[in-house]
């Protein structure tokens, strides 16, 4: 049986426009997630919406490795009724593999009031 989960992420304000920044998980503080099953990314959604015109590029790492799964922020606005949802995406874990390590890094792509923080909710389909 699986039981979804949702887990808080934040990337802390970037150095400079356009600048990858490793998101950080608010429960363990740690920047990568060790999957020892597979999973599935099931929503994404900002919390909160960044300020002002500021938008963000999330990308997903698997292994450390862009995995080619991008979302932006302007399409994760739960205030938006054209919002796009992200999943599922599968991660698939093998028996042989060991697992997988999964991480996101952020980057500002726009400033409104300049640089800011971005924090963001992923809804996985199943616990760690």
Known sequence: MSVPIVRRYTT???AALNIATPSIDD????????LNRSNTIEDWVNSPDPPGAAT?????????IQS?????????????AGRLIMGPIPVAVSGQAGGKQLS????????????AAYSFNIKYGNLF
């Open 56 to 64: 963000y590029q999330t990308d997903v790492l698997v292994n450390g």
């Open 104 to 115: 996101w890094q952020s980057q500002q792509t726009v400033t409104g009031a300049g640089l």
């Open 12 to 14: 802390t304000v970037p």
């Open 27 to 34: 429960v363990t503080q740690l920047t990568i997630q060790q």
């Open 68 to 80: 080619g799964v991008t979302n932006f922020s302007v399409a994760s606005s739960s205030l938006s």
